[in-house]
């Protein structure tokens, strides 16, 4: 049996996975098995070498667990922007500047190895495996840490990612929503907006829990969450729209607002009846798709 290791790197942790290779995957989309799934916190948040090194330690581990002649290929889903040839441009939330990042990977591994964004990889893994799986052309949003997005595009079976002309595309969380604030500052768990200091998943537990309050805070992160979905359809037009990571877990929480506010800003009447889905891959979407990168 061959495996392949697929990686998610995002401003907190390590997600990694091992999977099934399936060589046919493009044709057969059908989900590879996923026989290991792993979470490590990363240490070094403002050391971009060390940073490094917790991502190759991660993978070496992978190898020797694994055997090196069982490992087919080695994915790499990393957050913030990347050049076409795959080099870490400056970003909030990593330590990696100006790093080239595949380069760096194929001189440590003798592997064939494929990097991209982490939202990219999440939005592909959708696109191939997921709730996007019967689309023409998926946008795939995550929120964690940032706000990522992914564009996938599919013409008579032939998927693939959109990278736009210098390979940042879909940088969406960095549009403006409202003349100052981003739609990371506005959704993503570092919002001081909505937050305040306070833990996401804490919000949560209490706004299930019948917190009026909390619930509200949720209500204000479904209404900004639909106007960024909104201005992303407006530009766009996709068939799907995918909403993953840690905070899409409190779906039910936001997601009537989320809806009600991408229909109001939405332009194109058709448009306004675009799906717009929970994830299906859970945690592991992101390293799926990273290790089926093509």
């Known amino acids: ?5 697929g990686l998610d790197i995002g401003g ?14 493009l044709r057969t989309r059908r989900l590879p098995k996923v026989v290991k799934s792993n979470r490590v916190d990363l240490q070094n948040k403002k050391d971009g070498d060390k940073f490094f ?3 190759t330690t991660e993978i070496h581990s992978l190898i020797e667990e694994f055997g090196e002649k069982n490992v087919e ?11 076409r040839d795959k080099v870490s441009l400056p970003s909030p939330n990593l330590p990696l500047k100006n790093f080239p990042t595949l380069k760096k990977l194929e001189e440590n591994f003798n592997f064939p190895i494929f990097v991209d964004n982490d939202a990219n990889c999440f939005a592909w893994a959708e696109h191939l495996f997921g709730a996007a799986a019967a689309a023409s052309s998926t946008v795939g949003v ?3 840490t940032g706000v990522g997005g992914g564009i996938v595009l599919d013409r008579d079976g032939e998927a693939f990612l959109w990278d736009g002309y210098h390979g940042g595309a879909a940088e969406i969380g960095h549009m403006i929503l409202d003349g100052e604030r981003s739609f990371e500052d506005l959704c993503s768990s570092r919002s001081q907006y909505l937050w305040k200091g306070r833990d996401p998943m804490a919000i949560e537990r209490e706004a299930r829990a019948g917190n009026k309050e909390y619930q509200d805070v949720y209500k204000k992160f479904g209404f900004w969450l639909g106007v960024g979905i909104a201005n992303t359809i407006n530009v766009i037009n996709p068939e799907i729209v995918i909403v993953g990571g840690s905070i899409s ?4 929480l936001f997601k009537e607002e989320m809806n009600k506010s991408a229909k109001k800003y939405i332009i194109s009447i058709q448009a306004k009846e675009t799906k717009i889905v929970s994830a299906k891959l859970g945690d592991d979407a992101g390293a799926l798709g990273a290790a089926y990168l093509i």
């Open 1 to 5: 049996m061959k495996y392949v290791i």
């Open 12 to 25: 907190t942790k390590i997600h990694s996975i091992v999977a099934e290779w399936d060589k046919d995957f």
């Open 53 to 55: 090194k917790e991502i």
């Open 73 to 83: 290929r080695i994915g790499v889903g990393i957050a913030g922007p990347l050049s």
């Open 142 to 144: 995550t929120l964690g």
């Open 249 to 252: 877990k409190a779906w039910d």
